[in-house]
Structures are given as C-alpha cells and as structure tokens.
C-alpha cells in the first residue's frame, strides 16, 4: 500500500474508530448496563473529553510526529530495525508480529506506570474515575499519553514495522479501549471462552477495583497472554463481581470531576494513598 494514501487517510480512520465505537459501545452500555452508575453521564463525558481533546493535540505537537508518521518516515530512509526485518515478512506475519510486538510493548509500559511511584501518579488520573464505563477509555493525564506514545514512537524505531500494519494496529487498540472499558458484560459462554486470550470488560473491570489485591492485576491491553504468562491475571475481584468498587482511595466525590485538580494531582505530595505502587504489584504476584 502506498504510505501516503496511509499517511492522508490515517486520521480520518482514527477518528472515524473512535466515533463509531465510542457510540456503539455507549448505546450498548445504555441499554444493558453492567453496573449502575454512580455519577452523571454528562459531567464525567465531559471532563473526559477536554482531557482527550488536550492530549490529542498537544502529545503529537511535543512529539512532533505519530506512531505512523514515523514508520512513514523510517521506511523511507530504509531503515530496517534493530530486531528483526518485519517488512520483508508476507501481509498477514508482517501485521500479526507488529500487533504481538505492540501489545506486548503496551503491556509492558502499563506495569510499568503502576511500579514506578512517579509514573503510578500520572496514571492515577485514569483509575480515579469514580465511575467506570466507555467515557474512562478517554481518561488519561497528559502526560501518561506523552509516554505510552512515546514508548510506541520507541517500538517503532526498534522493530521497523510496515505503515499500514501500524496503522491496524492503533485501530485495534483504539477499538478494544473502548470496549475493554465500557460498562458492559458479555455473554457468560462469550466471556469464557474470549478471555482465555483478549481483555474483556468483565477482565479489564477487576483492574480498575479500588482494592489494592485487584488493580495491580490484568495489565494487558488487548491480549490476556501476556498476563497469563507472566503471572499478572486476575479472573475475578476479591469482593466479588458485584459488589467491587471502582477508582483510588483517597480520590473520590467532587474532586475526581474537576480538571485543574486532575492536572495538578501528580504533583501534589498530600492527601495520596499510603501503599505504594510497587508494594501493591509484590503483594499481588505473591497472591498469584
């Protein structure tokens, strides 16, 4: 394919993903909702949104490029990795390795930002939704999403993958963030069977528990596989599916909701929860 058809067309796919299944998903959880929510819709949406809306213009400005934009770039300069020659592999291995490599990448920098006490207090800003559904996909500081794109901008220089394998791949995982998040549930023998190797909700909810022993846990964000392999999976919540809480202790009510207050938080050094990020992630891989 040609990398500038790729390259004039990638944003209008991008936005066209996040429409289209930010929408489905809503419509979904609106009429078969998994849990009841706590808060407002609109306000939460809301605050989303500008958090979204901030990050999405201002981490490709201080990056000065995209994950795609950078492939382009690399395939033009010859460029063929450090690892290993994807783009002389055929089609279908080409994408399959790059959305291995991807997501694995991913879950890697998701474990990561919960280690780390620095890291773990930018991405609190995404737990702290008091609420979880299809609204927290677009949850994140600033800064969280000037890294994780970072790290992908790194994924790229390192393995050299075809344009429009990366392409895919940042469709895909736009599609299952907002699945993953929304406030749905799957059919029990649908659920059994894809959560032996993807994220679904139910997976993906028991990260977002508000109990120390759940949310270092299921860091993957597509794939399962990785939390199977590396001894991070968690089926269910400790309080059961039910009656599991959702966001930080510590962070709650009208605060959660405010935008200057979310911006600010990771460097505020009072009012924080007193555990640990990498205590947290111990005592969890001691549970499992």
């Known amino acids: 394919m040609d990398n500038s058809i790729v390259l004039q067309a990638a944003a209008t796919w991008q936005w066209g993903v996040i429409v289209v299944c930010f929408l489905a998903v809503a419509l979904w959880e609106t009429r078969q909702p998994r849990r009841t929510p706590s808060w407002p819709a609109g306000r939460r949406w809301g605050l989303h949104a500008i958090l979204f809306a901030i990050a999405l213009i201002g981490v490709p400005l201080l990056l000065r490029g995209t994950p795609v934009a950078a492939a382009a770039a690399l395939e033009g300069a010859g460029s063929r990795g450090l690892v290993a020659p994807i783009r002389a592999l055929p089609a279908a291995a080409a994408l399959i390795v790059t959305f291995l490599l991807f997501d694995l990448t991913q879950y890697a920098v998701h474990r990561i930002l919960h280690i780390v006490p620095a890291l773990w207090r930018i991405h609190e800003i995404h737990h702290s939704d008091p609420d979880f559904d299809v609204a927290t996909a677009a949850r994140f500081h600033p800064l969280e999403v000037l890294a994780t794109t970072a790290s992908q901008l790194a994924a790229v220089a390192l393995f050299a993958p075809p344009v429009w394998a990366?392409?895919?791949?940042?469709?895909?995982?736009?599609?299952?963030?907002?699945?993953?998040?929304?406030?749905?549930?799957?059919?029990?023998?649908?659920?059994?069977?894809?959560?032996?190797?993807?994220?679904?909700?139910?997976?993906?909810?028991?990260?977002?528990?508000?109990?120390?022993?759940?949310?270092?846990?299921?860091?993957?964000?597509?794939?399962?596989?990785?939390?199977?392999?590396?001894?991070?999976?968690?089926?269910?919540?400790?309080?059961?599916?039910?009656?599991?809480?959702?966001?930080?202790?510590?962070?709650?009510?009208?605060?959660?909701?405010?935008?200057?207050?979310?911006?600010?938080?990771?460097?505020?050094?009072?009012?924080?929860?007193?555990?640990?990020?990498?205590e947290r992630t111990q005592s969890a891989g001691q549970q499992g």
């Not at 997976?203 to 590396?230: E, T």
Request: hydrophobic residues 40%; positive net charge; contains cysteine.
């Open 166 to 278: 990366v392409l895919v791949c940042q469709l895909v995982a736009m599609s299952v963030n907002f699945v993953s998040h929304g406030n749905v549930a799957l059919p029990r023998r649908v659920e059994r069977v894809l959560r032996g190797a993807l994220i679904t909700p139910d997976l993906h909810r028991v990260h977002h528990s508000a109990d120390p022993r759940d949310y270092s846990r299921n860091f993957g964000q597509s794939l399962a596989i990785w939390d199977r392999a590396f001894g991070t999976i968690l089926e269910n919540p400790a309080a059961g599916v039910d009656h599991m809480k959702t966001g930080v202790p510590g962070v709650g009510g009208e605060e959660s909701l405010r935008l200057g207050y979310l911006l600010m938080r990771p460097f505020l050094t009072t009012g924080r929860a007193g555990e640990q990020p990498a």
